[in-house]
C-alpha cells in the first residue's frame, strides 16, 4: 500500500551579489498541487520580498512509504 507522508515546496529567491538564495518552506501542502497554483506561490514571495530579490527556484518534494498490507504477507 503507497501512502503519502508529506509534502513540501521550496521557494528560492535570489539576492544580488550572494551565491546563497533565501528558501522558503511550506510544509503539509496539498497533494499534486497545479503547476499554476505553485508559480503563484513562488511569484507571491517574490512580491513580498525586498525589490531586488528574485524569483530562482520552486521545488515540490512528495514522499510516500510503502508498507505490505497484513492480508497480502504470507507464511
Not at 525586498?50 to 512509504?65: C, G, K, R
Amino acid at each position: 500500500m503507497k501512502n503519502l507522508e508529506k509534502t513540501k515546496l521550496t521557494v528560492e529567491l535570489s539576492q544580488p551579489g550572494e551565491d546563497k538564495t533565501l528558501k522558503k518552506n511550506f510544509n503539509d501542502v496539498v497533494s499534486e498541487p497545479s503547476e499554476s497554483a505553485v508559480l503563484a506561490l513562488g511569484e507571491t514571495m517574490a512580491n513580498l520580498a525586498p525589490e531586488e530579490n528574485e524569483l530562482a527556484l520552486i521545488t515540490e518534494t512528495v514522499e510516500y512509504s510503502h508498507v505490505q498490507d497484513a492480508e497480502e504477507i504470507t507464511e
